[in-house]
C-alpha cells in the first residue's frame, strides 16, 4: 500500500479566512513533505518533517503553519492567504533511512486551493 | 543553472515508439533519482527509481544513470496515447538538505 490522503480535495477560502489542509499515511514512513504546485510548473518544496520535528523551512511565509501531530498525520494550517497563493497544495512521505539510499516519495491527490 | 534540468517540450513521438527523455542535475551530492508521471490536474506518480549506475528496466521503462556525466534518462518503450503526461525528473541527497528537488518537467505527446 503506497497511499497517502489528502483532504480536502477542493478548498476555495477567502483572504479573512482560517482553513487546515490534512495528510495521512499508514507506511510507517517517517518523512513528510509539504509542496506547492503552480501550474505548468514542477512542485516547490515548502516544508519537510523527519520523524515528527520540522527539519526544512523554505522560507514560507508564516501564513503557512505546518503540523505534525505524530507519524502519520501531516497539517498545514492557512490564515489570511492571498489570491497568489492559489495553486495545487501536495503532501509527500517516504522512509528516512539516516545515512542510507533514499527511498521513493509518494504523493497524494493534492488539495486544490482557490483564494478569493 | 539550475539544480535539475530538463527540456520542457513538447516530446512527440509516434504511438508503438520509444520515447528518449533527459535530465542533469549539478549537485555532485545527489545519490538518489527519480522519474515521476504527472498527468494534467493530478498528482506526481512515481515510476522509477535508480540509485546506482547503469540501467534499470520495469516493464516498458528503463531508467538510466550516468553519475560522471550528472546524467539521468528515462526510456519509454512502445509508447501509448496513454503515456502522454509531464515527466518530472527528481534528485534527493543522502545527507544534509534531504528532500526531492525537481526538474521543470518534460511534456510528452504520445500520437495515436
Known amino acids: 500500500d503506497t497511499e497517502v490522503t489528502q483532504t480536502p480535495k477542493h478548498l476555495v477560502m477567502g483572504m479573512t479566512n482560517k482553513k487546515s489542509l490534512k495528510c495521512e499515511q499508514h507506511m510507517g514512513h517517517r518523512a513528510m513533505y509539504w509542496y506547492k504546485q503552480k501550474a505548468k510548473k514542477p512542485p516547490e518544496l515548502m516544508f519537510v518533517?523527519?520523524?515528527?520535528?520540522?527539519?526544512i523551512n523554505e522560507s514560507v511565509p508564516s501564513r503557512f503553519s505546518p503540523e505534525c501531530p505524530n507519524s502519520s498525520l501531516l497539517n498545514l494550517h492557512l490564515h489570511a492567504l492571498q489570491p497568489e497563493d492559489s495553486a495545487l497544495y501536495l503532501c509527500a512521505s517516504s522512509q528516512d533511512r539516516t545515512g542510507g539510499v533514499n527511498t521513493e516519495a509518494f504523493f497524494g491527490q493534492g488539495t486544490r486551493l482557490t483564494v478569493v | 543553472q539550475k539544480e535539475v534540468e530538463q527540456n520542457s517540450g513538447p516530446l512527440s513521438v509516434p504511438e508503438g515508439a520509444i520515447a528518449s527523455l533527459n535530465c542533469t542535475y549539478s549537485d555532485r551530492v545527489s545519490q538518489s533519482f527519480f522519474w515521476y508521471r504527472q498527468y494534467s490536474g493530478k498528482s506526481p506518480e512515481l515510476i522509477m527509481s535508480i540509485y546506482s549506475n547503469g540501467d534499470k528496466e520495469d516493464g516498458r521503462f528503463t531508467a538510466q544513470l550516468n553519475k560522471a556525466s550528472q546524467y539521468v534518462s528515462l526510456l519509454i518503450r512502445d509508447s501509448q496515447p496513454s503515456d502522454s503526461a509531464t515527466y518530472l525528473c527528481?534528485?534527493?541527497?543522502?545527507?544534509?538538505?534531504?528532500?526531492?528537488?525537481f526538474g521543470s518537467g518534460t511534456r510528452l505527446q504520445v500520437q495515436p
Open positions: 518533517y523527519s520523524y515528527e520535528k520540522l527539519s
Open positions: 527528481a534528485v534527493n541527497r543522502d545527507t544534509g538538505r534531504r528532500a526531492l528537488t
